[in-house]
């Protein structure tokens, strides 16, 4: 099917959802309620197609670089999180890689050559099995961000990412990086230099990024003691621990708790 690039294309999928194609501006009556959006480029010259999050879309598709067009599916959260089975973790602050398993629905979507009339019910079918995938992907953790070029492969990404899931849920405990590299199955020199390039900081400081945010949380949370919170979170002792918060939060730990009383 040949189609204009600088047009719009609206399918719309249901009352809850809808998907446009291309790169024109297009007013915001009709949209459902409480959307967010999933900009997909729909390009495929020099990369992979890349997935973008909106919690709070516009009215501007967003077109991919080069001015090409992306593929916009504009559908109400109530709906995201009923076909993940809970809320969404995505979000806006990456840029995500379309999974290989994925690049076949769009291209459906995007390259349907059928006549007219079964070409509409083959795209929209098509459309709910893609943003199906995304909310699955996003449910088990297997999205890919990318921040600026990432030189490593796409399965050596997915074990950083696997990293970075690690330390989230770990970050109490002593890790180091040749632990994390070998659970993750990744060398060490791989998994900082794909680290880096995903997420834009070091494994060490994702690591104590994890711990204070934990200690903010019990801090204003909780009535435990503040020495017990900066173990809990891994530091050996509250110097250290005090110290660490300070350069992050710009107060002592004792000092935040105590505005908040």
Same mark, same amino acid.
Request: charged share 30%; glycine share 6%; aromatic share 4%.
């Given at each position: 099917m040949q189609r204009d690039e600088s047009a719009t294309e609206l399918i719309r999928v249901s009352d809850e959802m809808l998907a446009i194609i291309g790169t024109a501006p297009l007013s915001q009556q009709g949209w459902p309620d409480r959307a967010v959006a999933f900009a997909i480029d729909l390009r495929e010259v020099r990369q992979p197609p890349s997935l973008r999050f909106f919690a709070e879309p516009t009215r501007e598709?967003?077109?991919?670089?080069?001015?090409?067009? *992306? !593929?916009?599916?504009? /559908?109400?959260?109530?709906? %995201?999180?009923?076909?993940r089975g809970g809320p969404l973790s995505i979000h806006g602050d990456y840029t995500y890689l379309l999974a290989p398993s994925m690049r076949p629905i769009l291209r459906a979507i995007r390259d349907c050559a059928l006549p007219e009339g079964s070409a509409a019910p083959y795209r929209l079918a098509k459309c709910i099995e893609l943003? *199906?995938? &995304?909310?699955?992907?996003?449910? /088990?953790? +297997?999205? /890919?961000? =990318? =921040?600026?070029? %990432?030189? !490593?492969?796409?399965?050596?990404?997915?074990? =950083? =990412?696997?990293?970075?899931?690690? &330390?989230?849920?770990?970050?109490?405990?002593? !890790? +180091? !990086?040749? #632990? &994390?590299?070998? #659970?993750?199955g990744i060398n060490r020199t791989k998994l900082s230099r794909g680290f880096r390039e995903i997420y834009g900081t070091s494994v060490a400081d994702a690591i104590a990024e994890c711990r204070l945010a934990q200690a903010h949380r019990a801090l204003l949370g909780t009535d435990l003691p503040v020495g017990l919170i900066g173990y809990r979170s891994g530091y050996q002792n509250n110097a250290s621990f005090t110290r660490a918060f300070g350069r992050r939060y710009g107060v002592p730990p004792s000092s935040l708790r105590s505005r908040m009383n």
């Open positions: 598709p967003p077109a991919g670089e080069d001015g090409f067009p *992306c !593929l916009y599916f504009i /559908v109400t959260r109530e709906a %995201c999180e009923r076909l943003l *199906c995938e &995304i909310l699955e992907a996003d449910r /088990v953790g +297997t999205l /890919v961000p =990318v =921040v600026g070029r %990432c030189t !490593l492969s796409e399965l050596d990404r997915r074990r =950083v =990412v696997a990293s970075r899931t690690l &330390i989230e849920e770990r970050s109490s405990e002593p !890790l +180091t !990086l040749d #632990q &994390i590299a070998r #659970q993750c």
